[in-house]
């Protein structure tokens, strides 16, 4: 069974760190494209930050450039979103998603694989 496991989100002052983690389960991450993904209330989703596992080569939205770091580890197949300097504007749910087809690093999300969201909220 194809899975992703996500942890990580919770409550965080402004200029605080938190760390996401996405782990496969039932596949391999090799050959696919990771992306962190976010949904915040009345506005659009979109691609934070993706990986393209075999490449190493990453997307940033322009938001997080230099706060956020995507990374991979191969031995626990799992990646990593770390998240520095947050803003209240971070606030949102974030989903991690894969896939073999993918535009800019990112996966295109109607071949993807969704792991649950988790809530990220950052206070001012």
């Known amino acids: 069974e194809v899975q992703l496991q996500a942890s990580g989100g919770g409550l965080v002052q402004a200029g605080g760190s938190l760390t996401l983690s996405c782990a496969a389960s039932?596949?391999?991450?090799?050959?696919?494209?990771i992306g962190w993904f976010r949904q915040a209330p009345g506005k659009d989703r979109e691609a934070v930050s993706c990986?393209?596992?075999?490449?190493?080569?990453?997307f940033y939205v322009d938001s997080v450039k230099g706060r956020f770091t995507i990374s991979k580890d191969t031995p626990t197949d799992t990646v990593y979103q770390q998240m520095n300097r947050l803003k209240p504007e971070d606030t949102a749910v974030y989903y991690c998603?894969?896939?073999?087809?993918?535009?800019?690093?990112?996966?295109?999300?109607?071949?993807?694989?969704w792991g649950r969201g988790t809530q990220v909220t950052v206070s001012s």
């Open positions: 990986i393209n596992y075999r490449l190493g080569s990453t």
């Open positions: 998603a894969a896939a073999q087809r993918f535009v800019d690093e990112c996966p295109r999300p109607d071949y993807a694989s």
């Open positions: 039932g596949f391999t991450f090799d050959g696919y494209s």
